[in-house]
C-alpha cells in the first residue's frame, strides 16, 4: 500500500501565496513521476504541475510563472509553492506519485491519489 498526505491549503486573498506539500509513505521502491492536480467545482480534474525523478518539470500555462513544484527525493515529498495567487486558482488540490512499491514476492507499478486540499482565493 502506498500513502499520500497532503498539507497546506487554506484561504488567501488574491495575489497571496500558499504553499502546499505532499509526503508519501509506505512499500515505495521508486518514484518515477509526482505531480498536482486539481478540480474546481463543475469542471474536470487538470494537471497543476509534475516533475520527474530527474527533474523535469510539466506546468499548466494557467500556471507557469506563478507556480512552482518540487520534490526531495530523500523524503518522497513533493511542494507545490503557489505565488500570485488568483481567484480562478480556487479548486480542491489533489496530490499524486507514479512509481513501484515494493511486495515480498515483487516490485509493481502503483499510481496514488492524495484525499485533496481546498485551496480558496478570494477577498
Known amino acids: 500500500q502506498v500513502q499520500l498526505a497532503e498539507s497546506g491549503g487554506g484561504l488567501v486573498q488574491p495575489g497571496g501565496s500558499l504553499r502546499l506539500s505532499c509526503a508519501t509513505s509506505?512499500?515505495?521502491?521508486?518514484?518515477?513521476?509526482m505531480g498536482w492536480y486539481r478540480q474546481a467545482p463543475g469542471k474536470q480534474r487538470e494537471l497543476v504541475a509534475s516533475?520527474?525523478?530527474?527533474?523535469?518539470?510539466t506546468y499548466a500555462d494557467s500556471v507557469k510563472g506563478r507556480f512552482t513544484i518540487s520534490r526531495d527525493n530523500t523524503k518522497n515529498t513533493v511542494s507545490l509553492q503557489m505565488n500570485s495567487l488568483k481567484p480562478e486558482d480556487t479548486a480542491v488540490y489533489y496530490c499524486?506519485?507514479?512509481?513501484?512499491?515494493?511486495?515480498?514476492?515483487?516490485?509493481?507499478?502503483?499510481?496514488?491519489w492524495g484525499q485533496g486540499t481546498q485551496v480558496t482565493v478570494s477577498s
Open positions: 516533475i520527474t525523478d530527474g527533474g523535469s518539470t
Open positions: 499524486n506519485t507514479k512509481g513501484l512499491m515494493s511486495r515480498s514476492w515483487g516490485v509493481f507499478p502503483y499510481d496514488a
Open positions: 509506505g512499500m515505495i521502491f521508486s518514484i518515477a513521476v
